[in-house]
């Protein structure tokens, strides 16, 4: 099967279709699938097996495309699941070049005119890279699922099973297009009797450290939290610092505790998740002043193998009273010394740690405001939903800040809590008879392939992606600790859980070799991606689907 050459046409033609992530423009791509698609003549004759699914409650109207073969061989109801995103991100980082961004064959001569790290010349220079915002992330892939398609397509009669292809808007933003499609998913296996076996995608796939040349696979995929915290402090007069405790002072001794700790790290068959790393931390005061701020908060990207969330939510609980209690600790140490240079009488000072979940917050305010608190939120979360410039995180926020002014109690604390948005881990052991089929199917694909390239198969793929919407935690304790910690789970952050604890499915990810996504670099590597990748992603269905 030859079909290189025609998916590198693809993915050119894909990738000069700007499609930035949360603009309307990411809809002319989901288009042109549409319409490739269409154009054959198995979905001529069978056009019910092509649609749009609409994004769930989107205000610019963006859809993914969602297109299906269904085998004729035998009465097979094995359902192989392939899935690729359409968006890329930006690209204002091109700066002078940014209209050659998506012109991937003009763009090669632009880039020979200007200065370039190093290794991007050397990659230029060789001719076996293309470059383009979206080319490597991931229009490559697309273009390989469509060519695999299209192959399919051409002999039905031969095809034992079926396949879906969902083309997915909005993954680069908040997964609005893969968050729609698995309700449509869940829909089609109870209508038409799918027996789905596994969800492969075909994102990239890039080195992972200085110098690295194998190429990988990954059975499964990272899964993602934002652990947060809301930090009370008391505020003081910087004229009468030690009378006052600063939030931001706690803010950075959780920092400390969290940022790039690898104690945090989740490990599974040797493989490390990355550590714990800061994502926002700042004060909450809106004015100038000499008075010390009275609120901060922070929120943390926190990789995940194998921690629920009930677990990461014990260890921050367990981090940040460790961290808030080394604060205390050292202000009465500096405190002391500054008592014994000025000759002042030393007393303790008098402030306490305390860690408390937003849940607890909420049960503790409820025992004393009872129906006004439920109004309060009711009143709130209205406000908010009219204002299009809050996001997710702002949201939670703001709701966390709100219960705890209802408080009665206003000595300082710290509020744990979960910001969105929450991506489950998959984790294929081999235990269950999906999870074994899948290793094998790829084990086998990777065993024919061109030998010529280390292929390496690996656990977990490690940038988040919509693998992790294939399924979820199914256990009601777990799931309970997320929706009571996540403020505005349900409201302004939805997940279908149901549906995904539904579909249950083990994942890989069968990528493009290539380097630099999200930079003016962006490019991915002809020969592997081109010439053996889409091999290796079409026997791996066949595979399974025998």
């Not at 995940?304 to 604060?327: C, W, Y």
């Not at 303790?348 to 025992?367: F, M, N, Q, S």
Request: net charge negative.
């Amino acid at each position: 099967m030859d079909i290189g050459k025609r998916a590198e046409e693809l993915a050119i033609g894909l990738t000069s279709i700007l499609s930035v992530v949360g603009t309307k423009e990411e809809n002319n791509v989901v288009k042109r699938i549409y319409k490739f698609f269409g154009e054959m003549d198995y979905f001529k004759n069978n056009p019910e097996n092509l649609k749009y699914v609409d994004v769930i409650d989107d205000e610019i109207g963006r859809k993914s495309t969602l297109a299906t073969i269904k085998g004729k061989k035998g009465n097979s109801n094995k359902t192989v699941i392939l899935i690729g995103h359409t968006d890329t991100v930006g690209i204002t980082d091109y700066g002078d070049l940014k209209e050659y961004a998506t012109k991937p064959l003009e763009l090669i001569e632009k880039l020979k005119e200007v200065i370039i790290p190093e290794e991007a010349r050397i990659d230029l220079d060789t001719g076996n890279y293309i470059f383009g915002r979206g080319i490597f992330d991931m229009k490559c892939g697309v273009a390989i699922i469509m060519t695999i398609m299209e192959e399919l397509a051409k002999n039905v009669d031969n095809l034992e099973g079926n396949v879906i292809f969902a083309a997915v808007c909005d993954e680069e933003g908040n997964s609005g297009g893969m968050l729609s499609v698995v309700p449509e998913l869940v829909r089609l296996k109870e209508s038409e009797g799918y027996e789905y076996l596994a969800v492969i995608d075909t994102d990239y796939s890039a080195p992972r450290y200085v110098g690295d040349e194998n190429r990988y696979v990954y059975i499964g995929t990272v899964g993602k939290l934002m652990p947060s915290f809301f930090i009370v402090g008391k505020e003081t007069h910087v004229g009468e610092p030690y009378k006052g405790l600063d939030p931001n002072q706690i803010s950075s001794s959780i920092t400390k505790e969290f940022n790039l700790n690898m104690e945090y790290c989740d490990v599974a068959e040797g493989e490390v998740s990355l550590p714990p790393i800061t994502l926002r931390q700042q004060d909450l005061k809106t004015e100038y002043s000499v008075q010390i701020a009275k609120t901060s908060y922070l929120y943390f990207n926190y990789a995940t193998h194998i921690s629920t969330p009930d677990e990461v939510m014990n260890r921050m609980l367990v981090g940040a009273f460790k961290a808030f209690q080394n604060t205390i600790d050292e202000l009465n140490n500096q405190y002391k010394s500054y008592c014994k240079m000025s000759s002042y009488p030393y007393a303790e000072l008098p402030w306490k740690a305390r860690v408390i979940t937003y849940e607890e917050l909420v049960e503790k305010v409820r025992a004393e405001k009872g129906e006004e608190l439920n109004l309060m939120l009711e009143k709130l979360n209205r406000e908010l939903l009219d204002n299009d410039k809050i996001d997710e995180r702002v949201f939670a926020l703001k709701l966390v800040e709100q219960v705890h002014k209802m408080w009665s109690d206003k000595e300082p604390v710290v509020i744990a809590y979960f910001s969105p948005p929450y991506y489950p881990h998959i984790y294929v052991e081999g235990n269950e008879v999906k999870e074994k089929n899948l290793l094998r199917a790829v084990d086998d694909a990777i065993e024919a392939a061109d030998n010529k390239f280390n292929i390496v198969r690996k656990k977990f793929y490690p940038y988040i992606s919509d693998l992790s919407y294939a399924a979820a935690p199914k256990e009601d304790s777990i799931i309970g600790v997320l929706k009571e910690n996540m403020p505005g789970f349900g409201v302004k952050y939805n997940l279908p859980l149901k549906e995904m604890q539904e579909l249950n499915l083990p994942v890989v990810n069968i990528g493009p070799f290539g380097k630099d996504a999200h930079k003016f670099t962006e490019r991915v590597e002809r020969d592997y991606s081109f010439n053996v990748l889409p091999k290796m992603v079409y026997d791996t269905i066949l595979n399974l689907l025998k």
